[in-house]
Nanobody, 115 residues
Framework: QVQLVESGGGLVQPGGSLRLSCAASGIIFRFYRMGWYRQAPGKQRELVAGITSVGSTNYADSVKGRFTISRDNAKNTVYLQMNSLKPEDTAVYCC?????????WGQGTQVTVSS
């Protein structure tokens, strides 16, 4: 049974930081491309950041220079370090594991940026 469990969300003031974690089980983690997506109320889900099995990364333009995605294959975990948070970063953040046309999704964690 594949499970992706996100953690680390919460309420933070503008300019603050959060680190999200996504722990995977039931897959050979190191073979999977991992991604962080977010969906705000009334908006479509968007890719925030992705990291391939060999560590190549990509980011949405809106988060470049502020967010960093990383992975620890020994811990089967992918991280999203979020700095200089803005109110428009408020959303439910989900992680995704993809390989060979198959995707697995976590339940998501809420991030709220507000003063």
């Amino acid at each position: 049974q594949v499970q992706l469990v996100e953690s680390g969300g919460g309420l933070v003031q503008p300019g603050g930081s959060l680190r999200l974690s996504c722990a995977a089980s039931g897959i050979i983690f190191r073979f999977y491309r991992m991604g962080w997506y977010r969906q705000a109320p009334g908006k479509q889900r968007e890719l925030v950041a992705g990291i391939t099995s060999v560590g190549s990364t990509n980011y949405a333009d809106s988060v470049k220079g502020r967010f960093t995605i990383s992975r620890d294959n020994a811990k089967n975990t992918v991280y999203l370090q979020m700095n200089s948070l803005k109110p428009e970063d408020t959303a439910v953040y989900c992680c995704d594991a993809a390989r060979g046309g198959v995707d697995y999704w976590g339940q998501g964690t809420q991030v709220t940026v507000s003063s």
